[in-house]
């Protein structure tokens, strides 16, 4: 079993930024590829960036590619996403995901997940 926690949300103007983390403990984090997603309300969860075990792999959504950047420190368990030239679409809550066998976009693939933190952008 792996516990995932994400913080970090919180409100912002478009163009600000924000940096999301998720800690996990369980396990050992080192082993395990990671996922950011994020949800808005009325729309299914939605693949923003995966990273794998080692960090060495990283894949984006089109959406995000170039604004976000997502990052791992396996000495502190935990994941980060840095996100910045926000806008409105970026508003969702945010979910932070753990899988083996390689990094995804996939989220049915995932088989640990935080409880989410929400991401608000607006003026």
């Known amino acids: 079993q792996v516990l995932l926690v994400e913080s970090g949300g919180g409100l912002v103007q478009p163009g600000g930024s924000l940096k999301l983390s998720c800690t996990a403990s369980g396990r050992t984090f080192s082993n395990y590829d990671m996922g950011w997603f994020r949800q808005a309300p009325g729309q299914e969860r939605r693949f923003v960036a995966t990273?794998?075990?080692?960090?060495?792999?990283?894949y984006y959504a089109d959406s995000v590619q170039g604004r976000f950047t997502i990052s791992r420190d396996n000495a502190k368990n935990t994941v980060y996403l840095q996100m910045n030239s926000l806008n409105t679409e970026d508003t969702a809550a945010y979910y932070c995901?753990?899988?083996?066998?390689?990094?995804?976009?996939?989220?049915?693939?995932?088989?640990?997940w935080g409880q989410g933190t929400q991401v608000t952008v607006s003026s």
């Open positions: 990273i794998s075990a080692s960090g060495d792999n990283r």
């Open positions: 995901a753990a899988r083996t066998f390689g990094p995804s976009a996939v989220a049915r693939l995932y088989a640990y």
